[in-house]
Structure formats: structure tokens, C-alpha cells
């Protein structure tokens, strides 16, 4: 009952029960609207939520897209060799894009890294991780040949000093010390026996001290554009620091082979030459196997091996016109994976016939 001094007696329970009857209609009321408001403000969060994540989603899948760009992308070209010099545009245009090389070989057990490719176009036929940096050997005294035949006429005569006697590693190994040699034998033994003694002499004759030259080496280098390239020593022998990659030697390989007298030398399988010693002659021989196993259409060009570099080469063939350059750089069979390669390119990209020849027996 009411106490409300403005209710008349006997009315106070209806209106009462009337006026909680429409409290009770506003209170509903109320709850539906809060009901309402509470499912558009979820909504609303749904809905901004929605986008948050959707906007996450679109960046991270520009972001897929960058990272696949980037790692589809080709190396940026450096404007510097590793030596800091800058770089001349290379002689032989090499198109390295992955995926359409028209030889497709994957070798049981590998080499680190190889290329096959036409000497005179720079077409790549095939290739594996053609701009790693590893270390070459011998295969450096393709740049010290080719600074030489730059600098000095063939009939000049070398001297044999201590330095080039006294050199490690493989030699010519019968150099008369302080007498002249001619500069041409020199050259042979430099690269069919890959003399690090001639690579000395030779050194010291063109710019007076091993260092002159090593850094006209990199200024060469750095001038044909082979910007995996740094040079040390004008023989390869043993040190961390000198390497390349099988790009880079595709170059050189194809520089070499048009001067003459580095063409004519690395074709021999042997040589017999004057030399200042008792018997008036050396006998050298070439250690290249496609050379040694008589390859059909071999023409060259170096080989190399110390422990950090395993076994490298840079062989070139010609067969109907056609010049192709293969190079191995760590490879556990030298021979049979260059007649492998040069055979895939002469047959299967130019079409020619096989020619019949002893293979190159396993493990060379």
C-alpha cells in the first residue's frame, strides 16, 4: 500500500500494479535497446576487427610478394671489383637467368660450382652457382699468361732469379738460376705443367716485383669487369684470398683464347722447347684431360688444384664451327664431367653428331 498523501484509498493497489506494469514495459524496453545497442557495438568491433586483419592480410601478402621479388630478382651489378677498382663493362654478355639453360645436368655428386657455355656468343648452356666466390689455383695463371703476352714481345729472354727457383708447389722445376729464358718457353711452362716458378720469373720480368704485378692483375680484372675476381699471387698457390667464380672465368676464357700465342700454347698435349741447360731442351707436358685423353675437338685451356680449391679447370672445344668453354671448380671428376658437358652442348643445343672417342676414365 502506497503511502502517497496524493492517492485516494482503495486506488493505490491498481495504480500501483498499473505503474509497475509499465516500469516493468520500460525496463523491457530498455533491455531491448541495450540488447540492440550491445549487438551494434559488436558488430561494429567485428566489423573493425575484420579490417584490421584484412589490412594485416593485404600487407603481409605485399610483403610475400616483395620477398618473392627480391628473391626472383637478379644480383645488383656491383660498380667495384673486390679489389676496389672500378669496373669496365665484361667482353662476353652472359645471361645467367636461371631456368631456361637448354642443358639441364644435375650431377650425382657435383662440382661447387661450373658453367657451359659458347665461347663467342656468351650463350650459358648450363650452369650452378656461376657467381659463388671460390678459390681457383691455377687456374689464375690464366690472368698472369695474359698480362704477359700484353706486355711483352715473344722473343724476349727472362730471367731466373731466386725468388722463381725457389717457388712452392708445382714447377717447371729445372729453371737455370740467373740466366735467360726465352719468354715463350716460359709461357709453356707457366701453363702446361702450371709452373708456379714460371709464374714467378714471368712476374718479376714484366713489372720488376710479384706484388707490381699481382696488382696490375687486379687493375686488368677490374678492366674486363670480373667482379667476383681478386688476386693474390701470379701462380694460385695456397692463399684464402685469391679467388673468382665460374662467371668470371668465362670471361677470361674467352679473352684468352683470341690472343694467339695463349690459343697455340694451351692446344698442346706436349712441347718440346730450347731451354739453357745441358741437353739444350725442355720437355713439358700439358695436364688438361681433355688434352690427355684426347677429347675430339679439345683446345685448351688451364687446370688448377690445391686442398682449398679441389680440383679446377677451364676447357674450351671446337667442333664445326662451334666454341664452347666449359669450367668446373671443385669438381670430383674433372675429365668426365667437362666430356659430359662439352658433348650435351655440340650434341643436344647444336645438333651435331657424336664423334667416337675413349671416354675419360672415371675418377680424372
Not at 648450363?126 to 689455383?137: C, F, G, V
Not at 708456379?196 to 696490375?216: E, K, R
Not at 679439345?298 to 680449391?309: F, H, V
Amino acid at each position: 500500500m502506497s503511502n502517497s498523501p496524493f492517492l485516494v484509498q482503495g486506488s493505490g493497489s491498481r495504480r500501483s500494479r498499473a505503474a509497475a506494469r509499465r516500469r516493468r514495459r520500460r525496463l523491457l524496453g530498455a533491455g531491448v535497446l541495450a540488447t540492440v545497442l550491445a549487438a551494434v557495438v559488436v558488430v561494429l568491433m567485428i566489423g573493425r576487427s575484420d579490417a584490421k586483419h584484412g589490412s594485416a592480410s593485404a600487407s603481409t601478402a605485399t610483403s610475400r610478394r616483395a620477398h618473392a621479388h627480391a628473391r626472383n630478382a637478379p644480383f645488383a651489378t656491383p660498380i667495384r671489383s673486390p679489389a676496389g677498382l672500378a669496373l669496365g663493362h665484361p667482353p662476353l654478355s652472359l645471361d645467367l637467368s636461371a631456368g631456361d639453360d637448354p642443358v639441364q645436368i644435375a650431377f650425382h655428386h657435383p662440382p661447387r660450382a661450373g658453367l657451359l657455355f659458347n665461347l663467342d656468343t656468351g650463350r650459358v648452356l648450363w650452369q650452378l652457382n656461376p657467381l659463388e666466390r671460390l678459390h681457383m689455383a691455377s687456374l689464375t695463371k690464366m690472368m698472369t699468361a695474359l698480362r704477359v703476352v700484353r706486355t711483352t714481345p715473344s722473343g724476349a729472354p727472362v730471367r731466373i732469379t731466386r725468388g722463381a727457383v725457389e717457388a712452392a708447389g708445382s714447377k717447371v722445376g729445372v729453371l737455370p738460376l740467373g740466366k735467360n729464358v726465352p719468354v715463350e718457353t716460359m709461357l709453356y711452362g707457366l701453363l702446361l705443367p702450371s709452373g708456379n716458378d714460371a709464374a714467378v720469373a714471368l712476374a718479376q720480368h714484366v713489372s720488376g716485383s710479384v706484388s707490381a704485378f699481382v696488382a696490375g692483375m687486379n687493375a686488368e680484372a677490374a678492366r674486363l669487369g670480373l667482379s667476383c675476381t681478386h688476386y693474390t699471387s701470379p701462380s694460385g698457390y695456397f692463399n684464402a684470398h685469391n679467388y673468382t667464380c665460374a662467371a668470371d672465368l668465362a670471361e677470361l676464357a674467352h679473352v684468352d683464347i683470341q690472343q694467339p700465342r695463349i690459343a697455340g700454347i694451351v692446344h698442346a698435349a706436349s712441347a718440346v722447347l730450347p731451354f739453357p741447360i745441358k741437353t739444350g731442351k725442355l720437355y713439358l707436358y700439358n695436364n688438361n684431360p681433355l688434352l690427355v685423353y684426347h677429347y675430339p675437338g679439345a683446345t685448351g685451356m688451364k687446370t688448377g688444384y690445391t686442398e682449398l680449391a679441389g680440383d679446377c679447370l677451364v676447357g674450351t672445344a671446337e667442333r664445326n664451327g662451334v666454341r664452347l668453354g666449359v669450367v668446373l671448380l671443385h669438381s670430383p671428376e674433372l675429365g668426365r664431367q667437362a666430356e659430359y658437358l662439352l658433348n650435351a652442348g655440340f650434341q643436344e643445343v647444336y645438333r651435331q653428331a657424336p664423334i667416337p672417342a675413349p671416354p675419360v676414365p672415371p675418377g680424372r
